[in-house]
């Protein structure tokens, strides 16, 4: 019972009930003042948290990435763009998955679109900003160039150097990142609870909300079907110790916040993930690797013009709408709402949406974010494993520091 307690998924969901119960007796009227003081420290603790989750981010991918390219040593190239291909794929068959889906049951649906009344977080009382030391792309290139540079030229200094930094990253990940992240959960659920987004807007569109999650675990169980039969493995041995990150990525919304705790998790589940494919391709996929946000954005964007403009695009219009989306999902940041932000360009130049259509579907994406990026994180696990069979097939010998998160 004492190792249940002092459990990370434990911490999590406990953060979650505390933070929805504040958030409901702080907006009641009876506790309006003590409320309102309640919330208004909750909005600067959780400015304060974020500020600090998001700077260890690109720390944490540097860390990760550029010394395990190293290791991989001749053949990092070729596994930088065996990476790339499955999470593209993986993209773009999530998101033709969807179409399909959308054109068969989006118009048996009546959907109601008001959306009303729902309360205001105060303002940030102290603003302490902690700005990134540079942004996650700049990170993810900086790793990527940085690994197969040192490589190319065998800098043993830097390699060496690189070996350290990880070493000096994980400390602040398990010290710092992993121990903040229940209390910066519980926060984030206090404030949608006091704003009524939990009881008042869910609702609203609860069909599709729902219909949208069950396609993220269809495709969750493809892909890990999939990475199990062509790795020769047992998928189950990767996704029973996902239940951590896929809790953090409902609450944080962000598949860089969850970055932490996703490679405890994959870490965890060595073999059948080898750990040089952890260590690049978990931090790698949490960046380019967003099939949950583009199965939920090609539902969506489909139910809104249903909505708003009485039909659905075309099929030519979505598949290109899909293709595109899905280049446009590698370079999205991995961040709330980071894939529908990277692609209003296609919202509005391929689908021909207007500023009501833009704005209702930010406000859709909005309710399921999380769900989404839980589906990107679990997912990155079946990528993983398709890279660890593919190393294996191939011979690519694991040279790594065995660290454990």
């Not at 239940?243 to 060595?270: D, F, H, N, Q, W």
């Not at 769900?371 to 790594?400: M, P, V």
Request: aromatic residues 8%; contains cysteine; proline residues 4%.
């Amino acid at each position: 019972m004492k190792k249940i307690v002092k459990s990370l998924p434990f911490k999590l969901l406990l953060g979650v009930i505390i933070g929805i119960a504040v958030g409901q007796l702080s907006g009641m009227e009876m506790f309006k003042a003590a409320g309102d003081a309640v919330m208004n420290v909750v909005v600067t603790v959780k400015f304060i948290l974020s500020e600090l989750i998001n700077f260890c981010v690109p720390l944490i991918i540097i860390g990760f990435i550029a010394p395990s390219i190293t290791r991989l040593g001749r053949s990092a190239s070729r596994m930088l763009a065996v990476a790339l291909f499955c999470a593209y794929t993986s993209s773009i068959l999530a998101a033709l998955l969807s179409m399909a889906a959308g054109y068969t049951i989006i118009p048996h649906l009546s959907i109601v679109s008001e959306v009303d009344g729902l309360k205001e977080l105060p303002e940030i009382v102290f603003q302490l900003e902690i700005p990134e030391i540079m942004s996650v792309m700049s990170a993810l290139v900086l790793s990527v160039l940085l690994g197969l540079a040192a490589t190319w030229t065998k800098a043993e200094t830097t390699i060496n150097l690189l070996e350290e930094f990880q070493k000096i990253v994980l400390q602040v990940v398990t010290r710092v990142v992993i121990p903040v992240l229940p209390v910066f959960i519980g926060f984030t659920f206090c404030g949608l609870s006091y704003e009524g987004t939990i009881t008042k807007q869910l609702p609203v569109f609860i069909q599709i909300v729902l219909i949208v999650i069950v396609g993220h675990y269809i495709w969750l169980a493809v892909l890990y079907i999939v990475a199990g039969i062509y790795s020769k493995s047992n998928p189950l041995d990767v996704i029973r110790n996902y239940g951590p990150a896929y809790i953090t990525a409902i609450g944080t919304m962000s598949s860089a916040a969850t970055l932490a705790v996703a490679l405890r998790c994959a870490k965890k589940s060595e073999p059948p993930l080898r750990d040089d494919m952890v260590d690049f391709g978990i931090p790698l996929f949490a960046n380019i690797h967003l099939c949950g946000s583009v199965l939920t954005e090609v539902f969506f964007v489909m139910t809104v013009s249903q909505i708003l403009y009485g039909s659905m695009p075309s099929p030519g219009t979505m598949v290109l709408f899909c293709l595109l989306l899905g280049v446009f999902a590698i370079g999205a940041p991995g961040v709330p709402g980071g894939t529908v932000m990277a692609s209003l360009g296609l919202i509005t130049g391929v689908l021909g949406f207007d500023e009501t259509g833009t704005a209702l579907m930010l406000t859709i994406f909005a309710l399921q974010d999380s769900f989404g990026t839980a589906c990107n994180i679990a997912g990155d696990g079946a990528l993983t494993l398709i890279l660890s069979g593919y190393a294996n097939r191939h011979n690519i010998k694991e040279q790594n520091l065995k660290i454990e998160l």
